[in-house]
């Protein structure tokens, strides 16, 4: 495992959280961009937010003006803090970090080349 994934939970419905994602001991992931990625029960892993280097970010729909993206290249780390939260929000979130991600492919998994393991988030209504 490359990356580590931290801080889901249970909130109720409207509430936040924010989610982090560092490197594995010794490992640095500078000049690359970073996504999140979540996957429901049931459903297919679906695009969450990416962060280009330096800092270009890009949202889906669903969570956009809810979700900020943002990274502290020093560590190499990425944060997702996640507000107003919605019940369809539960999910197991992911991130991931890849080499050659340009904005057209920023949403597409198969363009990242490291994972991270997942973290729970559930939102109860």
């Known amino acids: 495992v490359q990356l580590q994934a931290s801080g889901g939970g249970l909130v109720q419905a409207g509430g936040s959280l924010r989610l982090s994602c560092e490197p594995a001991s010794g490992r640095t992931f500078t000049g690359y961009s970073m996504g999140w990625f979540r996957q429901a029960p049931g459903k297919e892993r679906e695009f969450v937010a990416a962060?280009?280097?330096?800092?270009?970010?890009y949202y889906a729909d669903s969570v956009k003006g809810r979700f900020t993206i943002s990274r502290d290249n020093a560590k190499s780390t990425v944060y997702l803090q996640m507000n107003s939260l919605k019940p369809e929000d539960t999910a197991v979130y992911s991130c991931a970090a890849g080499a050659r991600i340009i904005a057209s492919t920023s949403s597409n998994p198969t363009s990242y080349d490291y994972w991270g393991q997942g973290t729970q988030v559930t939102v109860s209504s």
């Open positions: 962060i280009r280097w330096p800092g270009s970010s």
